[in-house]
């Protein structure tokens, strides 16, 4: 029974693992040099952009779209919008000013850093938003992330000091007789 026990802890611990891994990936902040080839902004409600197939049927917000191209003709879409007070923390509250530099950058047509968290999914219409802009001089320009490299060591630590506290554990459940 407590062979049973113990790998059912396990295999638990492996399913909030790969979960919390996941929620991790969406959140911590990760860096790309990439050229921004345009700027837009788009009025949305609840249910997207607004438009004929989309009237608005709620409160509306401005929600501001970078366009880009890396090396390797990659075109990527992010969003650039204010995180405020609310989940997740970044406390962004400049996303005009960041949308301002975008649109320097566009018109210089140079490298630019963009530091951003979360992921593009077609399907859902999901963007990274962007919390940085920056110019950079190459495309060798450092992308490490510092926050994104501490968070993910933090949890690795977590995760085996609670993986060998699961393992090594006596419980003191007594085997049940069938």
């Given at each position: 029974?407590?062979?049973?026990?113990?790998?059912?802890?396990?295999?638990?611990?492996?399913?909030?693992?790969?979960?919390?891994?996941?929620?991790?990936?969406?959140?911590?902040?990760?860096?790309?040099?990439?050229?921004?080839?345009?700027?837009?902004?788009?009025?949305?409600?609840?249910d997207?952009?607004?438009?004929?197939?989309?009237?608005?049927?709620?409160?509306?917000?401005?929600?501001?779209?970078?366009?880009?191209?890396?090396?390797?003709?990659?075109?990527?879409?992010?969003?650039?919008?204010?995180?405020?007070?609310?989940?997740?923390?970044?406390?962004?509250?400049?996303?005009?000013?960041?949308?301002?530099?975008?649109?320097?950058?566009?018109?210089?047509?140079?490298?630019?850093?963009?530091?951003?968290y979360?992921?593009?999914?077609?399907?859902?219409?999901?963007?990274?938003?962007?919390?940085?802009?920056?110019?950079?001089?190459?495309?060798?320009?450092?992308?490490?992330?510092f926050?994104?490299?501490?968070?993910?060591?933090?949890?690795?630590?977590?995760?085996?000091?609670?993986?060998?506290?699961?393992?090594?554990?006596?419980?003191?459940?007594?085997?049940?007789?069938?």
């Amino acid at each position: 029974m407590r062979a049973l026990l113990r790998k059912l802890a396990l295999g638990l611990l492996v399913c909030l693992l790969v979960m919390s891994g996941i929620w991790l990936d969406f959140y911590l902040p990760e860096k790309s040099i990439t050229t921004i080839t345009g700027v837009e902004v788009k009025r949305v409600d609840k249910d997207g952009p607004i438009g004929k197939e989309n009237p608005a049927d709620g409160p509306t917000t401005d929600v501001y779209y970078l366009y880009t191209v890396s090396a390797g003709e990659k075109v990527r879409v992010f969003r650039n919008e204010d995180t405020g007070w609310s989940f997740p923390f970044y406390f962004k509250f400049n996303s005009a000013d960041v949308q301002a530099r975008a649109k320097a950058l566009e018109f210089e047509k140079g490298l630019a850093r963009i530091t951003s968290y979360g992921w593009r999914l077609n399907m859902f219409s999901w963007f990274p938003n962007v919390t940085k802009v920056e110019r950079v001089e190459s495309a060798d320009a450092s992308t490490f992330s510092f926050f994104r490299w501490l968070g993910f060591g933090l949890w690795l630590l977590c995760w085996g000091w609670i993986a060998r506290l699961v393992w090594r554990s006596d419980w003191a459940w007594p085997d049940a007789e069938v």
